[in-house]
């Protein structure tokens, strides 16, 4: 029935499950949960509400599989409603274990979004790293993060706070709002400065989320692993994170199908707590069963978590991994060298020897123009030499001798662009490589004519970078070789070499037709603005150290995006920490406001117990409203002037919100009374009015002063039933006796609506049982009372 995608039956199908929600049988109530998202499709707003409480009576269930599927309807429905958790949430934390599987990944993602929307992050969770960067940058903050982490266990060397602090903002504020933020130094100091944490010690209802997530971790589901793993990363404190480790490396090792999507979530886990899984090394050893993308995933863990007590054990397993005939794997092995010397700085020249000892075993013994891959292997080894160079480039001057004068034997164009890069870039480092700069532009002149085209832009700008470092005798000889080269790239093929040989000269016009060193010497000294533009462009990187930014993209772990590595349909981050609370109190305000016009109202219409005519009509037409116990809020009641007197003496006599006076009538001295109700002490017994009071029974009664200054300041406001207010929709169909001869048939069409697909097509048939000719019928919208155009037909007189 909730299939059936029509609007006129969805009020029909949502009061059958209703019914069901209620049933005794568990099968119900649980197909009952699974049509609510059915119905939700459709879109219509007057039964939105009615959905959602069906969703909170369903979550409240005590069968494990009705939980499950109103999980699955709430999450589809009203996510972000966490009234609704909050209700039931000690209730669906402990039937967690007992929810099957699938319905277990979307309560365990529910309860942590409702855990972070109503109480923040846990300050001593990985969490806390938005705490301690946000509140204050100075170093003694930073000295007093570093203390910390040594107090719990966690050797301030192993945490990454820029990487920390960048997985956790992405969980909260999605990947691309955080990107989009990071230019702005003044928004991201700001964003979550309002963020609330709590302590994971002592709030109950973090404590029961770990506690009742803990037995999951060791689930036969690895996607209830993963998820529950997730909840204790977040919430968790830094010292009880290492829980989730056995767990997560026993699905890798148990199941196949899961071990790439195991190994995403534990890539991110690694990068950002290295300390957790530097025990384990030995679980990530690459085996060969294992498929190239696991295999990659696995080198990059174990680059992130090697220290010096295993890096022996992790070369040797590398060397392995170089000899193996799937070469792709083979150059990201290499790239794995490099990242782990860049970590330990003190295993930099071990691993330089090393990839020097295999590019020459590749240029010697492999075929690198058979395009097998072996070329892949030679330029990730130069990469890798690269980066090592980049971090102390006066401690591997011969490193880069022995580059260069490998120059003439490697031919690879992308490998021979980073030495020439080198060339310029380390030009001055030592006392051998200036010495070395003229035969290798002269080595470089010589061969221009058959290089490729990035080689070429490569020699031009490395050229520019050498004469502008140079000095005494090899200015000259620089000069000429660099002039010899624009003549050359003028005449190229390429019209890119040709522009930037055109753009160059224009640079160095004034400064090519010299030859004279000293007249050379001369113009240095007195720099103009083109001279001074070339060493803008081609200046040399000031700050050769420095880390690299941060490119990686981090999603929440167990999600669909964290392995795709893009916000997929459906994804949304974690809510702002405590925002719940902030709705809560916005709407209480709100309410608080109502109610305090409301009692200023009561208050001013029967000042101190008496009933002024004057001074209640006054306030009457201001207001607009009577708050009376014998009338009914405007609006509520019925003003169109239709239905009958009953229905509007029963609406009079008992209305929805009735505010009547709760003390007990109190008469003057003649013996009058100034309550305006009459029948005051029979709608309340005497016991129920002093607990309003919160009088004790059988205390001395108050004064009659003490009872009028009660009797201003209090009021009782008593609801009824709604259902006798809300008037339901009829439809009736014309027939003879009361459509004046003209009855209508009508049937559902399967032809699609040309003016909207959310509408339904209907065949309507009219038949004449009158006496009277009918020329035409002309159907009229009641609610705009307005002709439609479309809807003018005009029939053939029928012999009916």
């Known amino acids: 029935m909730a299939g059936i995608r029509l609007h006129v039956i969805s009020p029909l199908v949502l009061v059958a499950v209703g019914k069901c929600a209620r049933d005794p049988s568990v099968f119900v109530r649980k197909c009952a949960a699974n049509a609510l998202p059915k119905l939700h499709e459709l879109r219509q707003e007057e039964i939105t509400s009615a959905i959602e409480e069906i969703v909170g009576i369903l979550l409240n269930d005590r069968s494990p599989g009705v939980v499950g599927a109103a999980a699955a309807a709430f999450a589809s429905i009203c996510p972000n409603n966490f009234t609704l958790i909050g209700r039931n949430y000690r209730n669906l934390c402990q039937i967690l274990p007992d929810v099957e599987e699938w319905g277990q990944i979307l309560l365990i993602e529910i309860l942590l979004r409702y855990v972070v929307a109503s109480h923040g992050l846990v300050k001593e969770s990985i969490m806390s790293s938005l705490l301690c960067i946000e509140s204050s940058h100075s170093e003694k903050d930073v000295f007093d993060v570093n203390v910390a982490l040594e107090d719990n266990g966690i050797p301030s060397r192993t945490y990454d706070s820029e990487l920390v602090n960048l997985v956790s903002r992405s969980y909260i504020e999605g990947l691309g709002e955080y990107l989009t933020r990071s230019s702005d130094t003044n928004a991201r100091s700001s964003d979550l400065n309002g963020a609330r944490f709590t302590s994971g010690k002592t709030n109950d209802d973090v404590k029961l989320l770990l506690q009742c997530t803990s037995p999951l971790l060791w689930s036969h589901n690895s996607a209830v692993v993963l998820a529950a793993a997730g909840v204790h990363w977040i919430m968790s404190p830094k010292e009880d994170v290492k829980r989730i480790v056995k767990p997560l490396l026993f699905i890798l090792r148990s199941s196949g199908a899961s071990k790439y999507v195991v190994l995403c979530n534990i890539q991110v886990f690694a990068k950002a707590l290295p300390h957790l899984f530097v025990p384990h090394y030995e679980d990530f050893f690459v085996s060969s069963s294992d498929s190239y993308q696991s295999k990659a995933l696995k080198l990059e863990i174990l680059s992130s978590i090697v220290t010096e007590s295993s890096i022996s054990s992790v070369f040797k397993e590398f060397q392995d991994y170089i000899r193996d005939p799937d070469r792709r794997f083979a150059a990201d092995t290499v790239a794995a060298i490099g990242l782990c010397a860049r970590k330990l700085p003190k295993m930099a020249n071990t691993c330089v020897e090393g990839l020097l000892a295999l590019i020459r075993q590749e240029l010697l013994t492999s075929d690198i123009e058979s395009g097998n891959g072996e070329a892949d292997v030679l330029i990730q080894s130069i990469i890798s030499i690269k980066s090592i160079i980049k971090q102390d480039p006066s401690c591997h001057e011969k490193v ?177 920490p405590c925002s719940s609370l902030c709705d809560d109190l916005g709407q209480f305000s709100n309410s608080i406001d109502r109610t305090t016009a409301l009692g200023e109202e009561w208050t001013g219409s029967s000042s101190n117990g008496t009933d002024d005519p004057d001074t209640s009509g006054s306030l009457d037409e201001e207001s607009g409203s009577n708050y009376d116990s014998q009338q009914s809020i405007p609006g509520l009641s019925d003003n169109s002037g239709t239905g009958d007197s009953a ?54 009664s108050p004064s009659a002063s003490e009872q009028i200054q009660v009797r201003q300041s209090s009021a009782r406001i008593s609801i009824g039933n709604i259902g006798r207010q809300v008037k339901a929709k009829s439809y009736t169909l014309l027939d003879p006796a009361n459509g004046n001869g003209l009855k209508v048939y009508y049937s559902f069409s399967s032809e699609a609506s040309t003016i909207s697909p959310q509408l339904v097509c209907l065949e309507t048939f009219f038949e004449n049982c009158s006496s009277e000719t009918m020329s035409e019928v002309t159907l009229v919208d009641e609610e705009s009372h307005k002709a439609l155009d479309l809807a003018d037909l005009t029939l053939a007189t029928t012999a009916r």
């Open 400 to 576: 880069i001798i022995q580059l260069f004068r490998s120059l003439d034997s490697i031919k690879v164009p992308e490998a021979r662009v980073m030495i020439i890069w080198m060339v310029g870039e380390y030009s001055s480092v030592g006392v051998k490589i200036p010495r070395m700069l003229t035969t290798v532009l002269k080595y470089l002149a010589w061969c221009f004519k058959s290089e490729a085209v990035e080689t070429k832009l490569q020699i031009l700008n490395t050229t520019i970078k050498v004469l502008l470092c140079a000095k005494g005798g090899d200015m000259w000889t620089i000069t000429r070789l660099f002039s010899y080269l624009l003549e050359l790239a003028e005449c190229d093929l390429n019209y890119d070499v040709r522009d930037r040989a055109r753009f160059f000269k224009k640079l160095f016009s004034h400064n090519l037709c010299s030859q004279v060193p000293e007249e050379t010497n001369a113009l240095q000294e007195n720099k103009d603005l083109p001279l001074v533009l070339v060493e803008c462009i081609f200046r040399k990187q000031e700050n050769l150290a420095a880390s690299e930014p941060i490119n990686d993209r981090f999603y929440l772990p167990g999600s669909l995006s964290q392995i795709v590595l893009h916000a997929a349909p459906g994804y949304e981050p974690l809510p702002k």
């Open 647 to 700: 229905s509007e003496g029963d609406r009079n006599c008992d209305p929805l919100i009735q505010i009547s006076d709760a003390g007990i009538a109190c008469s003057n001295e003649n013996g009058a009374s100034h309550s305006g109700f009459p029948d005051l002490e029979g709608m309340m017994s005497k016991r129920a009015l002093e607990s309003w009071l919160d009088e004790q029974p059988g205390s001395s």
